[in-house]
């Protein structure tokens, strides 16, 4: 079975960091794009960051300079550094892989982890 598992979410004061990680298990992130989502409670899910096959990343404006997708291959794992986080940013974050190029058609993503969890509360 297929498997895409978030970890790294919780409770955050504002100002503080975060780093969440996506694993995959049973298929590869070669040749893939991957992006992070995030939906707040009574929001649409929107795009967060996309790092794809080659080219550099992209970013959402809201959390550009704060936050840093990264993957590392040979682990099959995705990463998202958030700093000085934000209420604004509590929201349950999704991992999500399409082939090669980044979008922010959440339609054209193939596959979804089960999400996580993260809270910006004094």
């Known amino acids: 079975q297929l498997q895409f598992v978030e970890s790294g979410g919780g409770l955050v004061q504002p100002g503080g960091s975060l780093r969440l990680s996506c694993a995959a298990s049973?298929?590869?992130?070669?040749?893939?794009?991957i992006s992070w989502f995030r939906q707040a409670p009574g929001k649409e899910r929107e795009g967060v960051a996309c790092?794809?096959?080659?080219?550099?990343?992209s970013y959402a404006d809201p959390v550009k300079g704060r936050v840093t997708i990264s993957r590392d291959d040979a682990k099959n794992t995705v990463y998202l550094q958030m700093n000085n986080l934000k209420p604004e940013d509590t929201a349950v974050y999704y991992c999500a892989v399409k082939w090669y190029s980044c979008s922010s058609d959440i339609n054209e993503y193939t596959f979804w982890g089960q999400g996580t969890q993260v809270t910006v509360s004094s």
């Open positions: 049973r298929f590869t992130l070669h040749s893939r794009a």
């Open positions: 790092i794809p096959t080659h080219d550099n990343p």
